[in-house]
């Protein structure tokens, strides 16, 4: 006699997220209109959901292109369908893999923001603190040449937050910044 099971889940069922996966795509563009526009037709035309573009204009690469990170989210077997579009497309594709943030930190920074280029300052939080720039709240009441304050939400890999920090502290000393760090952990006195 077969067991019955009171469990409603049927074991062939797949999870719940449908084993969607967050990938980051690095890609060159040339600075020319609708070129965003048909990077990010491959992705959404192979079943990829875009999460965040990270589109530095200000920027050039050495070949004199302009840097876009994409932010996107797919089933694994989906992605490598995905960059190999992009590339039929004529898109550059610099850098694809799997980003698998763990964590999410919050800082304030507050200081002559606008005045010490903040997308630097945020470019150059990527790149030290291993980090992605998911939210940016700004604030400058007195105007863009005064003291402002921003909040940014960012991204980082399990157990990276330490060295993330460190990283972000050490831009806001160059900057002049004065950076306001979470509380993390929970080891109150």
Do not use: W
Not at 19 to 29: F, I, K, N, P, S
Not at 38 to 56: K, Q
Request: net charge negative; with cysteine; proline share 5%.
């Amino acid at each position: 006699m077969a067991a019955v099971s009171d469990d409603p889940v049927d074991e062939d069922e797949t999870e719940t997220d449908g084993g969607v996966r967050a990938y980051t795509v690095r890609l060159e563009l040339v600075d020319e209109p609708g070129e965003l526009l048909r990077a990010l037709s491959p992705i959404a035309d192979n079943g990829g959901n875009l999460l965040s573009i990270h589109h530095e204009r200000g920027n050039i690469t050495p070949r004199g292109h302009i840097p876009v990170e994409v932010d996107l989210e797919c089933p694994p077997d989906r992605f490598d369908g995905i960059v190999d579009a992009l590339r039929d497309a004529g898109v550059n594709v610099i850098q694809a893999g799997a980003e698998h943030y763990g964590e999410e930190i919050s800082v304030v920074l507050v200081g002559n923001l606008v005045e010490r280029d903040l997308s630097n300052t945020l470019s150059r939080i990527e790149d030290e603190a291993n980090a992605v720039v998911r939210d940016l709240s700004l604030a400058a009441p007195d105007g863009t040449e005064a003291v402002s304050s921003a909040r940014v939400r960012l991204a980082i890999d399990s157990g990276r937050s330490d060295a993330a920090l460190e990283a972000i502290r050490s831009i806001g000393s160059e900057k002049e910044l004065t950076v306001v760090e979470p509380l993390l952990g929970g080891d109150a006195a």
